[in-house]
Nanobody, 124 residues
């Protein structure tokens, strides 16, 4: 049974930083591309960042490029999202996702497993 558990969300002032973590179980973790998505109130869930199984391939949404960094530790079955220079528009529930097939993509529909989400709130 696959489980993805996010942590690290919270309330932060604009310009601040947070690091999200997602601990996975039930996967052959090193084979699975991982992604971060977010959903703001009243909006669709959108892509934020993705990383390939080895960590060598990464993709970012234009809105977070240069501010967010996705990484993974395959010895700990954990993926991270370092978020810097946060602004109010980054406020959302952030979801970790895993893809069963070994090709990294940015499409929400390509991801097979999802965490429960962690709230990130950026105050102005």
């Amino acid at each position: 049974q696959v489980q993805l558990v996010e942590s690290g969300g919270g309330l932060v002032q604009a310009g601040g930083s947070l690091r999200l973590s997602c601990a996975a179980s039930g996967l052959t973790f090193w084979r699975n591309p991982m992604g971060w998505f977010r959903q703001a109130p009243g909006k669709e869930r959108e892509f934020v960042a993705a990383i390939g199984g080895s960590g060598g391939t990464t993709y970012y949404a234009d809105s977070v490029k240069g501010r967010f960094t996705i990484s993974r530790d395959n010895t700990k079955d954990t993926v991270y999202l370092q978020m810097n220079s946060l602004n109010v528009e980054d406020t959302a529930v952030y979801y970790c996702a895993a893809r069963a097939r070994p090709v990294t993509t940015t499409r929400r529909s390509d991801y097979d497993y999802w965490g429960q989400g962690t709230q990130v709130t950026v105050a102005s």
